[in-house]
């Protein structure tokens, strides 16, 4: 009991307290950017459908909050990762129920395997791996290091974004105030961790600033950019010929000249069977010789 009291102690008092308002600001922050979401979910809702989004990101990040929640259980002064980490899994958990309730039957099927993957048997394998294989130190590290690994994956997804925008020229598709708040989100989290000396922290939040930063520098560039969406809808004119009395200027389109029509069927009222045959053969040769 006075060992825990201690440890309380030291988090709120001893600690200095730039490193319990970085957490602080970290929690807020981590608040919104997990809110974020919440105007898509709101349009699932109200379409009663999920309209081609993708459930994998609400699936990875609720395995990246409960990965830091055992982290920071492990640890001695990390009250504030397991605050927003809590709240983290239930919005997603929130999220990920209103998709399985309104995706198709396909897109359902499909979260609930992902889900039962990754947030119930991958998180349970590592969380039975470590608990019954390693000790102490060793434990922590290597849950710590996968933390790592997923939470600089997260990051690193809005490279298909990036690449989007340089390949269009265009921001559309990158708000930048969800730029701007992973962008803080990383930076809080980064001075966090390296004012505890946990680099567990601060290293996949290192990854997260030079992404966030080259977003922002993205949307600088491009941010007066515009595609002239009406000129790329616009449909292909067709362009009218001079004249039309010479097939060969519109040729292979062209219907045969007048006059051949008007011989064959002439031709066929006035002669013979055997003459008709010859008259048509004509109309079809003058027809079909190259120009």
């Known amino acids: 009991m006075c060992q825990w009291e201690r440890e309380k102690v030291d988090l709120f008092t001893m600690q ?20 974020s979401p919440a105007p898509t979910f709101h349009r699932i809702v109200k379409k009663k459908s999920t309209e081609g989004f993708e459930c994998v990101p609400y699936v990875v990040a ?41 995706a198709s039957k396909h897109a359902r099927l499909r979260a609930i395997k992902l889900s039962l993957v990754l947030d119930i048997i991958g998180f349970g394998s590592i969380l039975l791996f470590t608990l019954f ?6 434990r922590v590290e290597v849950l710590g290091w996968i933390s790592v690994t997923l939470s600089a994956s997260v990051y690193i997804a809005p490279l298909t974004i990036m690449k989007q925008v340089i390949r269009t020229k265009s921001v559309e598709f ?3 105030s969800l730029s701007l708040a992973l962008l803080l989100n990383a930076v809080m989290w980064f001075f966090y961790g390296l004012l505890l ?14 992404f966030g930063l080259l977003q922002i520098i993205l949307y600088c560039i491009y941010k007066n950019s515009k595609i002239d969406h009406a000129e790329e809808n616009k449909l ?5 010929p001079e004249t039309t009395s010479n097939c060969e200027q519109i040729h292979p ?12 069927v002439t031709v066929s009222v006035e002669n ?6 010859d008259a048509q053969q004509s109309t079809v040769d003058s027809h079909d010789q190259p120009n």
């Open 197 to 210: 000396k946990d680099i567990y922290i601060a290293v996949p939040n290192t990854v997260g600033f030079i």
């Open 62 to 102: 609720l395995l990246s909050s409960m990965l830091w929640i055992y982290y920071a259980t492990l640890k001695s002064n990390e009250t504030l990762l397991i605050t927003i980490n809590s709240i983290g899994c239930f919005i997603e958990t929130i999220y990920i129920s209103i998709y399985i309730i309104y």
């Open 253 to 264: 389109v062209c219907s045969p000249p007048i006059k051949d029509l008007d011989i064959t």
């Open 236 to 240: 292909p004119t067709a362009i009218k």
């Open 174 to 176: 990158m708000p930048i």
């Open 16 to 35: 200095t307290p730039i490193i319990f308002v970085f957490g602080i600001l970290g929690n807020i922050v981590s608040f919104l950017v997990y809110l």
């Open 272 to 277: 013979d069977g055997e003459s008709v045959v």
């Open 133 to 138: 294989f390693l000790e102490g130190p060793q």
